[in-house]
């Protein structure tokens, strides 16, 4: 599911901060480094957008970037080298009509999830770190 869900990461942007790991790594297309690091030279912690060549359309384009070393963040990257998601990985790159049917289930079993409020649950000030 993990695998699948990365496919949200088709339409979306990440701040320079969350992905300066990412830009350490030789395996990363060359080409790509060179344009990150360019735009994370700006000021205030820059975003780009995740998928680099439809990043306004939900598709299969950013498992193809992942195969080719294109993953702008770590998780991202790593869906294509772990041995548990590189085949759902090439798969979904491949076949853009199964990613879409599959992101769809997703997508609705994910809807279907109980939202926790009150008491039970936490609106986070910063996604990364529990609220107190």
Known sequence: MVALIGGGHSVGVAHC???QDRLKDPKMD??????????C?????????LDQMTPLEVDNQIYKQIKSQRG???????LGLDDSTSRIVSNFALNETLFGE??????QIMGEIKVLTGNSGEIRTNCRVVSH
Request: aromatic share 6%; glycine share 2%; charged share 25%.
């Open 17 to 19: 901060s969350l992905f």
């Open 72 to 78: 702008i963040l770590r998780i991202d990257q790593n």
């Open 41 to 49: 030279r700006g000021p205030n912690d820059p975003s780009v957008v």
């Open 102 to 107: 599959r992101f769809a289930e997703a997508m």
């Open 30 to 39: 060359s080409k790509l480094k060179a344009k990150l690091q360019n735009t």
